[in-house]
């Protein structure tokens, strides 16, 4: 059996958990699909559509009937499908396909049913943003957050940073379900030139408040026998930016102190990539 596949008396405290109604789930076109490729839309082109408690009934043959289904599960019709949720904060899923029946949609919850496993970050040895902040004791401890990237989101290109908030607040995007529920994340880093900096999250991730000052550090990988240069500086949150819908927040921060020589260094790696087309 593989470790992340749950054992025969987990699974049926899933089941007995799904019968209670208590799981809402997730249904994504499962990848491996390949029935009916050419009438099918692509796998990037379905997104997950999302089922309330209240829309699933589970029968004690294992059969879960969709009551109710919003339109947009009906392109799921046919097809398998990865149906994925969480008990007790922890992500599972199962693999099965969606079929038609006198009462709707139905789910066949088969043998397996296994534990999402963690995605693991691979480690970076070259640019990194730091980001230093009070944690509010009376000792003021700093505490450090090594912040992500976000690859639709090139740094170091000469534009408007609103413009850049504007495009990542709307865009339409799907998030990943993870293997532990309400896991806490780092803030994204999605602009940056030399003068200010902009962080992105999930409401509940965003650890920037409007008006605060925090320190940075950016690091950069250089050649010979010093590995990095180190450009210290602080910026102060200036404005917030939210998308309600999506829950996600973007803070745009002003640098409030640069050395100049790390300021013309900033400068000089901006790309005008207005340039390139």
Known sequence: MDKSELTGIERQLVLEYLMDGNAPVTLTLFKEDKTDVANSAPVSAVFPVALRAEQLKVLNQGIILLKDAPESASVFLGKVVKVQFYFNKLAL??????????????LVIPAVISKVEDKKTPEKSGF????????????????????DFDERFP????????????????????????????????PKVIYLDSQRIVFAAKKNDM??????????LLRFPISGPIKDRKVYLSCIVDDMFENYECNRLCACAKFSSIREEDERFLSDKIVDETKSD
Do not use: P
Request: charged letters at 25%.
């Open 93 to 106: 899923f199962f693999v099965t396909k969606v079929q038609k029946v006198s009462a709707g949609f139905a």
């Open 128 to 147: 990194a943003v730091v980001l230093y902040y009070k944690n509010g004791t009376k000792t003021a401890q700093k505490i450090d957050i090594h912040c």
């Open 155 to 186: 740094l170091f290109v000469k534009s408007d940073y609103k413009k850049i908030v504007d495009r990542y607040l709307s865009e339409k995007t799907t998030d990943q379900i993870e293997s532990i529920a309400d896991r806490i994340h780092a």
């Open 207 to 216: 650890s920037l408040t409007h008006g605060c000052e925090y320190a940075v």
